[in-house]
């Protein structure tokens, strides 16, 4: 088994099409029983990364092992103990839900398969079980996907943009999918272009820029390494340097009546807010505390928003 | 075993379920047999009027004009002069003529081949000619046999013309049953094929352990099945309505179906690999059903054909397909003998499996 603690080691990964690299150095690990998440543009290498790793595509360069598993060489050993969701996945087109998660047990000959009523359920198509595949809207498609990639109760699930197409509510309970596995012990590896998905679901996240991987960690790590800062704001008549004085405030700005404080120790800087404010007998109105975001740590790193 | 028949109940549900791969499969073949059949069918017999010329003065003259005026029935004979039945010809009062030469017993005995002269009315059905030419291609044969002394294969031949009439549609019906196969592996393999694989279907799949020649076999053990059961309603809808006769067996008929589904089914694969969307599949498919449809003998006798085809014509998979069916089924004069025709499928078959199984992706 190797590497005991890591359940997918990437090293050193290049893959090129025509003059465009790709996948340009990538190196990471995916610990056992977490939930890692690829955050980046469309474009940026991620889904042509995730491919190599479930043997899909086939490296220029650098190594891959999954579960002990060496790519491509023991790929088709590889393929029974992983669950794939494509980005863009279509099944046979006059095949309903039944039928298709069906017949995707009999690919797992050598494996203990999750019912497909139990699938069902979990993704939540019940109502849809009989409906050909073709009239599923996007978001029940995207629901059929995930419950094929579990359909061999998989150690490593891999997951490539799960929720694009969906509706807030769907998006959410895929979620709690993907919580619910993490809960019983399984690793999940996905991409998304979605900000607030990694940083609600992803134990850890890498941010991937054209073909490379430009930082490591968790989202919270992530934002706090990059902006030490919180931002208090809120409405006040006078001027912002009024409160320059404040504990913790590094510095201060302003405009049409909302102030805003940086504050490098938070939690001072509302305790000797609250106290000046109520010594003045005004009461704070429009309050706004707030870090920054995984979506302020790409724009500072890549100069760019990630959704463009 | 389990996993291929899974996929092939799937596959066959994913079938049935396309209408376009139906129609060109079931409603396309069957809609030629009926019509085919309701037109020519009509009153079960046909006859020939027929215009007989005997210069010959010896034995051999003597015993063919025995024959064809007595023993065909097919043929309504009137006898006379050469210039007299030429002119009845043209003026379309026969539709054939046949002249025995001059010196025809003296070319016999010397032991010598010698010719019979046919002349057919051009603007007749290409069909009928067939028919014509066929009638006296056995009617020499049966004679050829009595002189050279061989054995049976012959007297069943000689059953077959003086016992039942030939129709047109019994002409038809196995050339239209070699063309619903070639649609099978044109419309009903190459196009779903590339639509699978554009969709992302085949990858989806090949993201699983499923080895992928259990997902072809599934395919294709499909695909043959669909073959037969064409095959078979073809058959059982043309000697049920139309009265079509098996002259040969039914064993025969099944082996040289799935021969000629196997070939077919293996250029639909080639089709798919070549393709890349499925516009061009269905381009290509086209491309490839029509000139076969018409230039394989399926509704033309080759005969009638012009010259310079007889490369293309000779090149196509359908032509043999339909000539060995035609054997089988009419026990008529075939165009080629029948290890021509197994040998020119099975080579078409392998060429084409050889090169879709190296060319053809998943993705």
Redesign the interface.
């Known amino acids: 088994m190797g590497d005991q603690a890591n359940a997918i080691v990437v090293e050193n990964l290049r893959k090129t099409y025509g003059a465009t690299k790709a996948v340009d150095g990538v190196t990471f690990e995916v610990r056992h029983g977490e939930v890692f998440g690829m955050l980046g543009p469309n474009g940026a290498g991620k889904s042509t990364t995730i491919e190599i790793i479930e043997g899909l595509r086939v490296a220029d360069g650098g190594s891959v092992t999954v579960l002990g598993l060496r790519q491509p060489h023991e790929a088709q050993a590889i393929k029974s103990r992983i669950g794939i969701q494509l980005q863009t996945t279509s099944l046979y087109p006059r095949l309903s839900v039944i039928e298709i998660l069906d017949l995707f047990h009999q690919f797992y000959p050598n494996r203990k398969t999750l019912s497909t009523e139990a699938l069902i359920q979990m993704v939540d198509l019940g109502e849809k079980k009989d409906t050909r595949s073709k009239q599923l809207s996007g978001g029940q498609k995207q629901r059929l996907s995930v419950a094929l990639a579990l359909v061999n109760d998989p150690d490593i699930v891999f997951l490539d943009e799960p929720t694009t197409g969906m509706d807030p509510q769907a998006r959410r309970k895929l979620w709690d999918v993907v919580l619910d596995l993490k809960r019983q012990g399984k690793t999940i590896l996905m991409t998304t272009h979605y900000m607030e998905e990694a940083e609600q679901i992803c134990d850890r996240v890498a941010i991937v820029d054209h073909g490379h991987i430009i930082e490591i960690g968790s989202p919270a790590e992530l934002v706090q390494r990059h902006f030490s800062e919180i931002a208090i704001s809120f409405q006040a008549p006078g001027g912002a340097a009024e409160y320059q004085a404040l504990a913790g405030v590094s510095h201060v700005s302003g405009e049409d009546g909302v102030i805003t404080v940086y504050s490098s120790d938070a939690p001072r800087t509302m305790t000797a807010l609250l106290e000046r404010e109520s010594a003045n007998g005004a009461a704070l109105r429009g309050l706004n505390v707030h870090s920054a975001t995984l979506e302020d740590v790409f724009l500072k790193l890549t100069g760019r928003a990630l959704r463009d | 075993m389990?996993?291929v028949f899974?996929?092939y109940v799937?596959n066959m549900?994913?079938f049935v379920?396309?209408r376009a791969a139906l129609f060109w499969t079931f409603a396309f073949p069957i809609f030629f047999i009926v019509l085919f059949g309701a037109i020519f069918s009509g009153g079960g017999s046909t006859s020939y009027n027929v215009g007989l010329v005997n210069e010959d003065g010896g034995p051999v003259g003597a015993t063919l004009a025995n024959t064809f005026q007595h023993e065909v029935k097919p043929f309504k004979t009137t006898t006379g002069t050469y210039d007299d039945e030429l002119s009845a010809l043209k003026q379309g009062n026969i539709d054939l003529l046949i002249v025995l030469p001059a010196g025809l017993s003296q070319t016999v005995s010397n032991g010598h081949t010698a010719q019979v002269q046919m002349y057919l009315d051009p603007s007749k059905s290409p069909t009928d000619a067939q028919i014509q030419q066929t009638i006296v291609s056995q009617v020499l044969d049966v004679y050829n046999q009595q002189v050279i002394k061989t054995e049976p294969p012959l007297a069943l031949a000689t059953n077959s013309i003086t016992s039942h009439t030939l129709s047109t549609i019994d002409y038809l019906m196995p050339g239209i049953l070699a063309m619903s196969l070639m649609q099978l592996g044109l419309f009903a393999t190459a196009t779903p094929l590339v639509s699978?694989r554009q969709?992302?279907?085949l990858?989806?799949?090949?993201?699983?352990?499923?080895p992928r020649w259990q997902l072809i076999l599934g395919q294709v053990l499909m695909r043959l099945t669909i073959g037969m059961v064409q095959a078979a309603l073809i058959i059982g809808i043309s000697v049920a309505a139309f009265h079509v006769h098996i002259q040969g067996n039914y064993l025969a008929l099944a082996g040289l179906t799935l021969l000629g589904a196997v070939t077919f089914i293996g250029m639909g694969y080639l089709i798919a690999a070549l393709a890349k969307t499925v516009e061009s599949a269905s381009g290509i498919s086209s491309a490839i059903n029509f000139p076969m449809m018409f230039l394989s003998g399926v509704f033309f006798p080759l005969a009638l054909l012009p010259a310079f085809l007889a490369p293309f014509v000779r090149a196509m998979p359908l032509t043999y397909l339909a000539d060995a069916f035609r054997q089988v089924t009419t026990g008529g004069v075939p165009d080629f003998p029948m290890w021509i025709d197994i040998a020119v499928l099975g080579a078409w078959a392998v060429v084409c499996v050889a090169l879709a199984s190296r060319f053809f992706k998943f993705e």
């Open positions: 389990p996993t899974s996929l799937a549900k994913e379920r396309d699978l969709e992302g279907v990858r989806r799949l090949g993201a699983t352990p499923l």
